[in-house]
């Protein structure tokens, strides 16, 4: 048995005064790829946001890859090699697809795969036939493409 990946313990979090997640336990573990199901509203990107550190007000124990995550900031848990794509996709609009990817280069971590532009072109060939198209100037869909490529480019263990 190795520890998981990512583990939650009671976890709380609030807008305001309003709580919006109460108690949430979950694990994840290295390989292993977990969906979270609900309604719309019930905080399934509420506990994304919980666990990546990007809720004013939230209560419980976040470990990940080991380490305790439950005070870090959104910076420190992504180097630590936890990948978040936003549903919003917070392109920078100004920037070209290959800037874009730079953004989110962090170095290689053993034990993860290694991603590059060229990679992840063959992933996403739409990407790769606009490496220098600015992000603003992207549809909808290219633009999730290049938000999912800009997370991999930090060779996360878990996204
Ligand atoms: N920025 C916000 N400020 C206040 N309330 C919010 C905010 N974002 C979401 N909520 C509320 O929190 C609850 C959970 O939302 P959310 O986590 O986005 O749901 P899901 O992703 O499962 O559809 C909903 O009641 C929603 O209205
Ligand atoms: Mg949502």
Request: glycine letters at 14%.
């Amino acid at each position: 048995m190795t520890a998981p990946l990512l583990k939650v313990d009671g976890l709380n979090a609030f807008y305001g005064r309003a709580q919006i997640l109460f108690d949430v336990s979950l694990e994840v573990g290295r390989g292993e790829v977990v969906a979270l199901m609900g309604r719309n509203g019930a905080g399934k990107s509420t506990t994304m946001k919980s666990i990546m550190g990007m809720m004013a007000r939230r209560e419980g124990t976040l470990h990940f890859n080991g380490a305790d995550i439950s005070a870090l900031p959104p910076h420190r848990i992504a180097r630590l090699g936890l990948g978040y794509v936003p549903e919003d996709r917070r392109v920078f609009t100004g920037l070209s697809v290959l800037e874009n990817l730079d953004t989110g280069r962090q170095p290689a971590r053993d034990g993860a795969p290694v991603w590059t532009p060229e990679r992840l072109f063959r992933l996403f060939p739409n990407l790769g036939e606009m490496p220098r198209r600015l992000g603003g100037q992207m549809s909808g869909g290219e633009q999730q493409m290049l938000t999912v490529s800009r997370t991999l480019m930090g060779n996360p263990y878990l996204v």
